[in-house]
């Protein structure tokens, strides 16, 4: 990445899924792409990761959902970045995501989505791709 600025993104698990292996291997791969990574940590309610994001002024919230509420959650997390005119973040989701599911994702405004198993540098590219034409 030959920019002035490292892309910031921030790893969120929201809800109470209790799973963070694959949030683990996003951040660090992510952070190995050069890019600037913050995780929360575990059970984040959608409003304290909003916050964090704005706080920390990053490019993106990438939500790691595996409990199967990434509709809800995902809503909620696009709903309160409008609330607090921070649309500008962009949102991607990953984890356990039913195929059929990942059009409403991206009609509610999720970027993209990213199933188990994704490479760290598909994830990557699509990052920069998208920060670039931003």
């Known amino acids: 990445m030959n920019q002035k600025r490292k892309i910031r993104i921030l790893v969120a698990k929201p809800g109470l899924d209790g799973h963070e292996r694959g ?3 996003v951040a660090y791969g992510l952070r190995d792409a050069g890019f600037e990574v ?4 575990l059970r984040q309610t959608t409003e304290q990761i909003v916050t964090t994001a704005i706080q920390e002024d990053v490019d993106v919230i990438g939500l790691s959902i595996l409990s ?3 509709l809800s959650l995902s809503r909620k997390v696009l709903e309160e970045l409008k609330s607090k005119k921070a649309q ?3 949102v991607i989701v990953g984890g356990i995501i039913p195929e059929e599911e990942i059009p409403q994702l991206k ?3 999720v970027r993209e989505v990213f199933t188990a198993g994704t490479p760290i540098a598909a994830i990557s590219a699509f990052i920069e791709s998208a920060i670039e034409r931003s």
């Not at 913050?38 to 940590?41: F, L, M, Q, R």
Request: no cysteine; charged share 10%; hydrophobic share 45%.
């Open 23 to 25: 949030a683990h291997v």
């Open 88 to 90: 500008d973040i962009m």
């Open 38 to 41: 913050i995780y929360t940590g």
């Open 68 to 70: 199967g509420a990434h």
């Open 107 to 109: 009609e509610m405004g």
